[in-house]
C-alpha cells in the first residue's frame, strides 16, 4: 500500500476539520449562533422582523432579507481595513441570495429581518461557514423557514481534490468551490467556483463538499436541539 | 438586480416581464428563440484609440464597452514577481431607466468580479512576464467596462468585450521599459513601442437561466427577472472550469451538471465567434 | 378504545415530519413535495390526530381583538404610536381616545391626554399588515377588559415572550386560575406578552419568580401541578395537568 496523502494539517483529503456549533449566544439578537471550523471563529446575529426603513424600500409583498458579511481587522494575519471590500459586498450578496431561498419571507411584508455576520478569525471557507451559522441563527430567532441552509467547500491542491478548504489551501491551491444547499430540499443555493477544474474534478469536489454539507448539517441539528433541551438554563425572555 | 421587487421599471418594462411569462409557460421565448440559442453577438475592437486596448460588444441589445491600460506601479506584497491585474465594471446612468449613478452597488460588484475571475484563474495574461524590477516595478493593467445598455445577460456580454479589448491590446513593450529602468521617472508609458499583448488563454462565460425546471441562455433583461435561477459558468480554452457564480435563485444537484454541459456546448459556439473576429489563443 | 396520546418531539425547520397522510395539521406546518415539515423550531404536539409545532420562539402577530399594552412612543398629527414589541407599531386615533364630539385635533396638545412613555392599554381593532396596527381604547359594554383600556398607572410589569402565554394561562386557564388562587390584586395578561400587576410587592416577586420559572420549563410536563406546589395551593379535581 502506498502511503496516503496527507495534507499540510495532517489531514486527509476528505477529512473535515473539527467544528462545532452553537446557538443563542447573544443575549440582545433575537436569534444568533456561533460556528468554529478550524480556526474560523463567525458569530451570526439576527434582528426582525421589524420595520423597514426607508420606507419608500419597502418590498409590499415579502420582507427584505438584509445580510452582511464581514470580517472585523483583526481576523487575518495582516490587518484588514474595518471598510466593507468588494468581496465582502459581493459574499453578502450571494449569502443573502442562499438564505432568501430558504426564509419564508411572505410572511412578514414590508418588513426587514436583518443577518449580521462577523468573521471574529478567519481560517479559509468562511463564506460557507458563515451562512451555516446565519441559517442556525434564523431558527433560533423563530423566522420561518422551509428548510436549513448549510456550506462546505471543496478544492483542489497538488492535483488532488480535498473538502473543507483551509487558508493555506486556499491561498496555495489551484481551485476552490464553496456551495451552500438546503438539505431536505437537496437544492444548491449558494455555488461559486474558482481555480482550474475538469468537468470530472468537479464532479468529485462537489460530491465531497456535499458529504461535508452534511456532516454540517449533523451539527447544526444538535445545536439547535440543545437550545430547547437547554431552556431550563437559559434566559427566557426575548424582545424586552 | 435591477428591477428587484419590481422597482424602478418603465410600465413596457414591466409589460415585457409579463408576456416573457406567459410565453415561458408556452414553452416560448420572447424574441421567438430557442432555449438555448444566443442573441446576435457582434464584436469591434480597437474602438476607443486613446486606451491600449478596447472592444465594443453587442449582445441583442445589451451594448458594453472595455477598455485597457497599462501603467507602470508597485506590486502586491504577497506577489513581488508578479503584474497587477484590475478589472472593474459599471453599469452606467445611461443603460436603463433604473440604472443610477454613483457608488457600484452589490450587482456591479459582483459582475466585475465574476468577470475579473474569469480572466484570472483562467491565467489569461502573463503576469509574472509583467515585472520590471522585482518587488519594486511592474506593469499594472486596469480593465475598465461599462454597460452601456441593459437587455440583460451583462456578465457574458461584460466576459467578451473584455477578452477581446484584452486580446487585441497593444501593449508597452516592456523590454524597452527594462532597457530605460534608469529613466524610470521620465518615461511616458503610453510613449513607449508597442508590442501585441500575448494571451494563454481565453475565458468564456456562459449564463443561464432556469424557468419551469428548463434551461436558457443568454437572457434578457425581462427574462432575468422572470426565470427562477440564474448561473454563470466560465470554461477555459482546454474545457477546464475556471469560474462558476450562482447568482440567482437555486438548482437541484443534478441540474448543476446539465448546467455545466450546456456552457460547455456554448462556449464552444462564443470561441467560434471570437475567432471569427481574430480573437484566439496562438 | 384509542387512549389520548400527547407527545413531543423536537423539531427543526425543513425535516419531513412524521405525520399521518389525513392528519389534521395546524401552525407552523406546511406542505413541500407532499411532505409535511415544520416552519420553526418548536416542539412536535399532537392530540389524536391534530398535529401543532409549539414554536420554541415565533413572533407575535396581532389579531383583532386582541388585548395588548404598549408604550407610546410618538404623537401623530391625529394621534399616538405604541410600541408593542412585534414587527411594527399600533396607532391609537386621538378621535378614539377624546370622547369629545367637539374635538378637533388642529386645537388638541396630544401631550395632555397620553404622553410619550404612558403605558397604554388597548383592543386591536385592525391588523393589516401593510401599515401600523390600529387600536382602541373604547371597551364595548361586556369588555372584561374594559377596566385595562387606556393609559395605565402604578402597575408592575414582566414582560414575556407571546409564544410563552400560552402556557402562563394553562389549559382552559388552569395556570393562572393556580396563580392567582394565592396571589390576589390585579393581574392583567395582554396577548403580546405583557403581563400587568398591582398589588403587594412580595405577590409581585413571588408572581415574577412562578412567570420565570413557567418561561424556562415552557416544555416541561406537569407544570401546573409544579407550580401549585411552588405556591404551596391544593388543586381542585381536574385542575392540574394531564
Not at chain 2, 464584436?43 to 507602470?72: C, P
Not at chain 2, 441540474?255 to 480573437?279: D, P, T, W
Not at chain 3, 407550580?227 to 394531564?242: I, K, Y
Request: with cysteine; glycine share 8%.
Amino acid at each position: 500500500m502506498s502511503e496516503e496523502f496527507r495534507r499540510v494539517d495532517g489531514r486527509k483529503p476528505d477529512e473535515m476539520r473539527s467544528y462545532k456549533i452553537k446557538a443563542h449566544v447573544l443575549k440582545n439578537a433575537d436569534g444568533s449562533a456561533e460556528i468554529r471550523l478550524g480556526k474560523n471563529w463567525i458569530v451570526a446575529a439576527v434582528y426582525g422582523p421589524k420595520e423597514h426603513f426607508p420606507k419608500f424600500e419597502v418590498l409590499h409583498d415579502r420582507a427584505i432579507l438584509n445580510c452582511r458579511y464581514h470580517m472585523t481587522p483583526y481576523s487575518t494575519s495582516e490587518r484588514k481595513s474595518p471598510k466593507p471590500s468588494r468581496r465582502e459586498i459581493e459574499l453578502s450578496k450571494v449569502i443573502r441570495s442562499a438564505l432568501e431561498q430558504a426564509v419564508i419571507l411572505e410572511e412578514y411584508p414590508e418588513m426587514s429581518i436583518d443577518v449580521f455576520i462577523e468573521v471574529l478569525q478567519a481560517d479559509g471557507s468562511t463564506r460557507v461557514a458563515s451562512i451555516t451559522a446565519a441559517a442556525v441563527a434564523l431558527a433560533d430567532a423563530g423566522i420561518p423557514m422551509k428548510d436549513l441552509v448549510v456550506g462546505c467547500s471543496a478544492g483542489k491542491i497538488n492535483g488532488r481534490i480535498i473538502v473543507d478548504v483551509g487558508e493555506y489551501e486556499d491561498k496555495e491551491g489551484e481551485a476552490d468551490l464553496p456551495i451552500a444547499i438546503m438539505p431536505n430540499l437537496r437544492r444548491v443555493v449558494l455555488l461559486q467556483m474558482d481555480g482550474k477544474l475538469t468537468h470530472e474534478e468537479f464532479k468529485k469536489a462537489f460530491d465531497m463538499a456535499l458529504k461535508g454539507a452534511y456532516k454540517l448539517y449533523e451539527e447544526q441539528i444538535n445545536a439547535l436541539k440543545s437550545v430547547i433541551k437547554n431552556m431550563e438554563v437559559l434566559e427566557g425572555e426575548d424582545r424586552e | 438586480m435591477r428591477g428587484e421587487g419590481f422597482r424602478g421599471l418603465t410600465l413596457s418594462e414591466l409589460l415585457t416581464i409579463k408576456q416573457v411569462e406567459k410565453l415561458f409557460s408556452e414553452g416560448r421565448r420572447i424574441d421567438e428563440r430557442g432555449f438555448l440559442e444566443f442573441r446576435e453577438i457582434e464584436i469591434n475592437t480597437n474602438v476607443i484609440e486613446k486606451a491600449f486596448g478596447s472592444a465594443r460588444v453587442s449582445l441583442g441589445d445589451t451594448v458594453v464597452v472595455a477598455g485597457v491600460n497599462f501603467e507602470l506601479g508597485t506590486p502586491f506584497p504577497d506577489s513581488p514577481d508578479k503584474g497587477i491585474l484590475i478589472v472593474e465594471g459599471e453599469v452606467l446612468p445611461t443603460a436603463s431607466f433604473g440604472a443610477e449613478a454613483g457608488p457600484p452597488n452589490e450587482y456591479e460588484i459582483e459582475l466585475s468580479r465574476v468577470v475579473d475571475r474569469g480572466i484570472r484563474e483562467s491565467e489569461m495574461l502573463p503576469l509574472e512576464e509583467y515585472v520590471i524590477k522585482h518587488g519594486e516595478v511592474v506593469y499594472k493593467i486596469f480593465l475598465d467596462f461599462n454597460i452601456i445598455n441593459d437587455d440583460g445577460n451583462l456578465i457574458d456580454a461584460a466576459n467578451l468585450a473584455a477578452v477581446a479589448a484584452l486580446a487585441t491590446a497593444k501593449m508597452p513593450d516592456i523590454n524597452y521599459v527594462k532597457e530605460h529602468i534608469d529613466e524610470l521617472n521620465s518615461i511616458n508609458i503610453k510613449e513607449v513601442p508597442k508590442v501585441g499583448v500575448k494571451i494563454r488563454d481565453l475565458p468564456i462565460a456562459v449564463t443561464l437561466g432556469l424557468k419551469n425546471n428548463k434551461f436558457i441562455v443568454d437572457p434578457t433583461f425581462a427574462e432575468e427577472i422572470a426565470v427562477e435561477s440564474l448561473i454563470t459558468i466560465t470554461h477555459t480554452n482546454k474545457g477546464e472550469l475556471c469560474s462558476i457564480q450562482l447568482l440567482k435563485g437555486g438548482l437541484t444537484f443534478e441540474q448543476v451538471f446539465e448546467a455545466i454541459n450546456i456552457a460547455y456546448e456554448k462556449n464552444i459556439e462564443l470561441r467560434s465567434i471570437l475567432e471569427r473576429n481574430g480573437i484566439k489563443v496562438i | 378504545m384509542t387512549k389520548k396520546t400527547e407527545e413531543h418531539i423536537i423539531i427543526i425547520p425543513g425535516i419531513k415530519l412524521n405525520i399521518p397522510k389525513k392528519a389534521k395539521i395546524r401552525e407552523n406546518i406546511i406542505k413541500i413535495n407532499r411532505n409535511y415539515i415544520s416552519t420553526l423550531l418548536g416542539l412536535l404536539h399532537q392530540v389524536n390526530n391534530e398535529y401543532t409545532i409549539i414554536p420554541y420562539k415565533d413572533i407575535y402577530k396581532p389579531k383583532p381583538g386582541d388585548y395588548v399594552v404598549g408604550i407610546v412612543v410618538n404623537y401623530a398629527p391625529n394621534g399616538w404610536i405604541i410600541e408593542l414589541g412585534t414587527y411594527t407599531k399600533g396607532f391609537l386615533p386621538a378621535q378614539d381616545y377624546i370622547r369629545d364630539k367637539k374635538f378637533n385635533p388642529k386645537e388638541v396638545e396630544l401631550s395632555e391626554y397620553i404622553k410619550v412613555g404612558d403605558i397604554i392599554g388597548a383592543r386591536v381593532v385592525e391588523a393589516n399588515r401593510y401599515s401600523y396596527f390600529l387600536l382602541s381604547t373604547r371597551g364595548e359594554a361586556k369588555d372584561k377588559m374594559s377596566k385595562y383600556l387606556g393609559v395605565l398607572k402604578n402597575y408592575y410589569v414582566i414582560k414575556v415572550s407571546s409564544t410563552k402565554l400560552p402556557r402562563i394561562i394553562g389549559k382552559k386557564g388552569s395556570m393562572i386560575k393556580t396563580i392567582k388562587k394565592k396571589i390576589d390584586g390585579d393581574l392583567v395578561i395582554a396577548q403580546n406578552g405583557v403581563i400587568l400587576y398591582k398589588g403587594d410587592y412580595n405577590n409581585y416577586l413571588l408572581l415574577k419568580r412562578i412567570i420565570n420559572f413557567i418561561v424556562f420549563k415552557t416544555f416541561a410536563a406537569g407544570l401546573t401541578n409544579a407550580v401549585a406546589s411552588m405556591l404551596g395551593v391544593e388543586l381542585e379535581e381536574g385542575e392540574g395537568d394531564e
